[in-house]
């Protein structure tokens, strides 16, 4: 019996629940290296869903992921910013290596406009990255048909088929609800620091927050730019009659 289990421990997708999957996945290094150890594999996984649940914008949740993001572009491959609350921001991924002629700003109408056009991304392969955001979406918009789990486990799929970085930005409030994502961490932003909790991961969820970016306690202005920076909407000229 116990030749049994340790040859069942050994497949991949398999292991035990007191401790991280060891099998072999395709990963890149955040740059964070604390964050990196805690992750299975040694980095933020690819060809799968990730979320990243977060309140408010502009705390940090885009830059973090700048290294990963930058391994995933490699070989010219695309980054999709699909319903991003803001403009990503052109100096911040030029400082961090991250080609801007490889970066695409999709502005879906609805909700299930920005699902689809996460799967095909996904799926086409010649995403490196898929960013998507579903809390920006029209007042009043109901969900897509079909359940969001079920759109989920799409993007999920798409994301193995086009061996891409999918990520998923969503509110703290999505930490009750079930997910097919094989990673969520959530961020939060309190006296200065950002720290990160992983309540789902491939093994048990991290018992200690991480910190990630400690500020000085005076007043000082972050040591980044940015990933994301709001604009001014479109002006809509007056019809001027003949």
Not at 126 to 147: D, I, M
Not at 155 to 182: D, I, K, W
Request: glycine share 8%; hydrophobic share 45%; charged share 20%.
């Amino acid at each position: 019996m116990k030749t049994a289990i340790a040859d069942l421990a050994r497949l991949p997708g398999v292991w035990r629940g007191g401790e991280l999957e060891h099998a072999a996945h395709a990963v890149a290094a955040t740059g964070h290296a604390a964050l990196d150890r805690e992750l299975p594999g040694g980095g933020w996984p690819l060809a799968t869903l990730s979320e990243v649940l977060h309140d408010g914008v502009g705390i940090g949740e885009v830059r973090f992921l700048f290294g990963a993001l930058d391994r995933a572009s490699e070989g010219e491959r695309m980054v999709a910013w699909i319903n991003a609350p803001h403009l990503p921001y052109a100096p911040a991924l030029a400082q961090a290596g991250i080609a801007l002629e490889h970066c695409t700003v999709v502005r879906p109408a609805t909700r299930e406009d920005a699902l689809w056009a996460a799967e095909q991304a996904l799926r086409s392969g010649a995403c490196g990255a898929v960013l998507l955001w579903l809390e920006s979406t029209l007042p009043g918009e109901r969900r897509p048909r079909g359940g969001e789990y079920a759109w989920l486990r799409r993007l999920q799929l798409a994301a193995q088929a086009g061996c891409s970085m999918a990520v998923l930005f969503r509110s703290t409030a999505a930490e009750a609800s079930s997910t097919p994502a094989h990673l969520r961490v959530v961020l939060e932003r309190k006296a200065g620091s950002l720290t990160l909790r992983i309540p789902k991961r491939r093994g048990p969820p991290l018992a200690s927050p991480i910190v990630l970016e400690r500020l000085a306690a005076r007043s000082v202005p972050a040591p980044h730019p940015p990933a994301l920076v709001p604009v001014d909407p479109p002006r809509v000229l007056p019809r001027i009659a003949a």
